[in-house]
């Protein structure tokens, strides 16, 4: 009998051109992320509002800004793990619609303590939808344009969250700030019809589940219309299913060092992110410059975050090592560090805060596509979810850190310098990651 064909997947993938379903499924992923991002900063819109019309504190807000940060990190953690074990489609669709619905009812809270509980089980929904769109526009794209097709899908979360700010401020304006959770509610309810029509699931993975021939052979035709696929055709990728416990395999075969070293990647990058998030205008007006032009200026840090997730999204496809990611972040840290010695100077702070966005928010998506592309299919949305999780600690130990610095009367340029040394410290990592070459995809 003669031997059925054998197809190498992964390399059917990457020899075809960037096409629409590639398109389809980067913008499905896009649009999930965008709702995540919008979502994700929905309190940060509504907080002056609700403070006024509750009669509270800023300060009594603390805990409900933070509630949702500790949400987004356990969906991470928990639902990274499941899209492995049950799929990056079903759990993405799950999450979608998990998110949407406790924003629906995050407007109908009355109290502080009910919208704590709520944002809090709505980062649920948030942390588990990042790790499945990486993964999944990962394993779908041609590997020539892979990392900048990550970094690009990414960049829907910035968008989100800055479309937020500009649909918030008309609907609070409009119908008060509980429209801002109805909208951000039913806006993904909407989304998660479409993704179940238009998703595919994880080509890869169900390669390696086995028993789905079928529905490989019609996601295939849709990737490359021009390759011929033999109707007793065998699949088959270059790399072994892993099995047992899912978070144990990040430290096994080998990848216990390389996965530590992403975590301190994800943790400094994050934390380093969200202190200049949080403190950027306070410290640039403390410098000297009027507030107004400080908020001027710290628009250019998204601005630069933007254009450098394309920037360096071409330079790691041409790289395809951490070098890249690692230059990206010893760059933050030179122009974190900079910025201290500028002083009010308007045009050398605005050029350093736009390379900054370019260095930090543009490494911080580069390393999601990295983190991506460093762990096998079977567990990579574990690996990235995980990352994230990790990460996410830092993004809320950022605001924290940088409260302290500026409580303990240092001069503006020192607390520049010390916000310098996390990005330091991620690309000393990253160089670490790179010096093992251990990359466990194939690329």
Known sequence: ??????????????????????????????????????????????????????????GALGPILTAGLVGMLCGALFFGPLADRFGRRTILLFCTVWFGVFSLLTARATSVRSMEILRLVTGF???????????????????RVRSTCVMLMFTGFSIGAAIGGFVASILIKTFGWR??????????????????????????????????????KAYLRKIAPDLHVPEDVCFDIPERRERGFLLGQLFRDGRAVTTLLLWIIFFMSLLDLYFLNSWLPTVLHDSGLQLETALRITVMFQVGGAI????????????????????????AAACVFFIGMAGSSLIVQTGLVFATGVCVVG??????????????TSIRSTGVGWSLGIGRIGSIVGPMLGAVLLSSRLEVRQVFWAAAAPPCIAA????????????FTSL
């Open 363 to 376: 490494g911080q998506i580069g390393s999601n596509a990295m983190a991506a592309e460093l762990y096998p």
């Open 1 to 58: 009998m003669k031997p059925a064909p054998v197809l190498d997947l992964q390399q059917a993938i990457d020899g075809q051109a960037f096409n629409n379903y590639h398109l389809r499924v980067l913008s499905l992923c896009a649009l999930s992320v965008l709702m995540d991002g919008f979502d994700a900063q929905a309190m940060g819109f509504v907080a002056p509002t609700l403070s006024a019309e509750w009669n509270i504190s800023r």
């Open 308 to 331: 450098g997730a394309f920037l360096l999204g071409r330079i790691f496809d041409r790289m395809k090592s951490f070098i890249g990611l690692a230059a990206a972040y010893a760059g």
């Open 125 to 143: 929904g948030l942390g588990g939808t990042l790790p499945n769109a990486i993964a999944l526009t990962s394993e779908y794209m041609p590997r």
């Open 428 to 439: 000393i990592a990253a160089i670490l990651v790179n010096r093992r070459a251990i990359i």
């Open 179 to 216: 429209a801002v959770f109805v909208v951000g509610g039913a806006a993904p309810c909407l989304l998660a019809a479409l993704l179940l029509v238009g998703l595919p699931e994880s080509i890869r993975s169900l390669v390696l589940r086995g028993g789905r021939t079928a529905q490989v």
